[in-house]
């Protein structure tokens, strides 16, 4: 394995910690087995670079990885742009593999053959057979990724996070389309509504669009299954008022070229709504999580479906599996936007998904770390997060069926063993029941399913009681 690749190996790897660790900690966790020396001497240059910090002078010192968009391991990499001259850098996140196929596609685009959409591609991936993304990196990803216990309602985790859920991957997938909005920008307008003066206004626009694609994906994930219906809604909720009315959310009826690619589309919008159709009923048998939201990544914008709002649609598509699953989403953080393109286009011209993966697996790393920070900060309730549809659910009861005083107590009680409420928060979840029955008022019975006369009539009966 080249150096840059084992820098790479322990920059992932430090990704996952959600702590400093040690020299000796991080040599029993990494995959290959390097030498505490090699270790040691690796994590130096990274430090000089920039790319880790340390913390301690002793043996026992600790290091954690920083940001990276910025910084390049080894000697950045220098290939020839398409007008011939050598300025395009390309990310550390990359390994040599990757860096072979950009290397390709970053060629002149005269010296690159034209190329059509490839049907064989598609038809030959077979779910939970086929796999884009190896069972190491799945199995690492779920292991940084997971933030919620398998009882827990669909949508628990971006429920607790969605402010910053939707900051993050407004702002990111937004600014990947040359958006000029800063975070501080989107922050302000997503949260206030406050625009900033000089800004175009579809990037105002485009920004919104992601808040409602995105609040869409939240407060559906129980019920949210892939569809070709579902992609369209969020390419819809994407593209409003960005597309002409008659495109959005539908397949287009025209032909598309692609800006630095020699790839050219299908045409012909049957073809496209067939392929959709594909890319929808093969993601939705794909079982686990994050290659189903690869697989979306990676077709939603190879196909090119859409007059425009491709790459976005995709985007949003590979969190649908993710938020289902309570995974900390994919906001696509430290990802440049050239290094983006290229591992798009290596899918466009050579259907090479390494790119890819690597930006994906590097920035979802970086995400968990960041969300990790966020939930902290936030000091977030999570009994009343992660129990709250079966503390409606006894509210809804005990109020349809006019439970008071001793009978309700008992309702209770009988509901936390019925439902195994572990024992170590019962008394936790009790007293949100009660507190929720105090307060509980005409403005709070959105998705109680109860009626007004409903809670008139029981409020009377516990007065009496």
């Not at 008659?246 to 598309?256: I, N, S, T």
């Amino acid at each position: 394995m080249k150096r840059r690749d084992r820098k790479l190996a322990i920059l992932r790897q430090l990704g996952l910690e959600s702590e400093p660790i040690t020299l000796i900690e991080l040599a029993n966790v990494l995959e290959f087995n390097y030498t505490t020396r090699t270790i040691r001497r690796l994590l130096n240059e990274l430090i000089v670079e920039g790319l880790v910090k340390k913390f301690g002078k002793t043996r026992g010192s600790k290091y954690v990885a920083v940001k990276a968009t910025e910084h390049i391991l080894n000697h950045e990499p220098i290939i020839p742009s398409q007008d011939g001259n050598i300025s395009k850098h390309i990310s550390s996140c990359f390994g040599s593999e990757s860096l072979n196929a950009i290397e390709k596609i970053n060629k002149p685009l005269f010296e690159r053959q034209p190329i059509t959409y490839n049907t064989d591609w598609l038809q030959t991936y077979q779910p939970n057979i086929t796999f884009y993304l190896p069972k190491n990196l799945r199995d690492q990803l779920q292991s940084a990724g997971q933030r919620a216990n398998d009882h827990d309602p669909a949508g628990t985790y971006a429920h607790q996070i969605f402010n910053q859920l939707i900051i993050d991957l407004s702002y990111n997938s937004s600014r990947l389309e040359g958006n000029t909005y800063s975070l501080l920008e989107t922050e302000r307008l997503l949260l206030h509504g406050d625009g900033t003066e000089g800004k175009l206004d579809e990037e105002k626009v485009m920004i919104l669009n992601h808040k409602e694609a995105i609040r869409y994906l939240v407060d559906n994930a129980d019920n949210l299954k892939i569809t070709r219906n579902v992609i369209c809604t969020l390419h819809y909720l994407l593209a409003d008022g960005l597309v002409e009315p008659k495109y959005a959310g539908k397949v287009r009826d025209f032909g598309v070229r692609i800006s630095g690619s020699t790839y050219i589309p299908f045409e012909n919008p049957k073809q496209l709504q067939l392929q959709l159709d594909k890319i929808s009923q093969k993601a939705f048998m794909i079982s686990n999580p994050f290659e189903q939201s690869f697989f979306l990544l990676v077709h939603i914008s190879y196909l090119q479906a859409f007059a425009d709002v491709n790459k976005r649609t995709a985007r949003l598509s590979a969190n649908i599996s993710l938020i289902k699953e309570n995974l900390v989403p994919l906001a696509f953080r430290d990802v440049g936007i050239e290094d983006y393109m290229s591992a798009i286009i290596a899918i466009y011209e050579l259907q090479d998904i390494r790119p890819l993966i690597d930006l994906y697996v590097y920035s979802y790393l970086r995400t968990c770390a960041a969300y990790d920070s966020t939930i902290k900060s936030l000091g977030f309730d999570e009994v009343r997060v992660r129990f709250r549809y079966k503390r409606r659910e006894i509210i809804r009861e005990i109020i349809i069926n006019g439970l008071v005083g001793i009978q309700l107590e008992k309702y209770i009680q009988s509901e936390v063993i019925k439902n195994n409420i572990p024992m170590q928060i019962r008394e936790k979840f009790i007293e949100d029941i009660f507190e929720d029955l105090e307060q509980i008022n005409e403005s709070r019975l959105v998705g109680l399913g109860i009626s007004p006369d409903q809670l008139t009539k029981w409020l009377k009966l516990r007065s009496k009681n």
